[in-house]
Nanobody, 123 residues
Framework: QVQLVESGGGLVQAGGSLRLSCAASGLSYYQMAWFRQAPGKEREFVAA????????VYADSLKGRFTISRENAKNTVYLQMNSMIPEDTAVYYCAARFASGVPLTARGLYNNWGQGTQVTVSS
């Protein structure tokens, strides 16, 4: 088990940017992902990244606006969010999976979760 701590959430105007961070010791052994959950909706996949950072996967609707990256030396994963829209409002969760290879998108495959950070985009 790894303890994940997210930070960087907050209030931003439409068109603005935010960068979320997720930190934990030993992160380099884990595939990492971001999910989000809006009020009254299911938790949905946002982006995932392989252990070394060489492979990334995005939700189709978010490609081009969101970027996932990692710095294993700092045990930190990031989610850069640009051109934000009100529909991006949600609690964003960091997730980890002890595995190598191409990062996966299925929520059930990730067994380590952060506490979530609220992101609100005003119109």
């Amino acid at each position: 088990q790894v303890q994940l701590v997210e930070s960087g959430g907050g209030l931003v105007q439409a068109g603005g940017s935010l960068r979320l961070s997720c930190a934990a010791s030993g992160l380099s052994y884990y595939q990492m992902a971001w999910f989000r959950q809006a009020p009254g909706k299911e938790r949905e996949f946002v982006a995932a990244i392989s252990r070394g950072g060489g492979s990334t996967v995005y939700a189709d609707s978010l490609k081009g606006r969101f970027t996932i990256s990692r710095e294993n030396a700092k045990n930190t994963v990031y989610l850069q969010m640009n051109s934000m829209i009100p529909e991006d409002t949600a609690v964003y969760y960091c997730a980890a999976r002890f595995a190598s290879g191409v990062p996966l998108t299925a929520r059930g495959l990730y067994n380590n979760w952060g506490q979530g950070t609220q992101v609100t985009v005003s119109s």
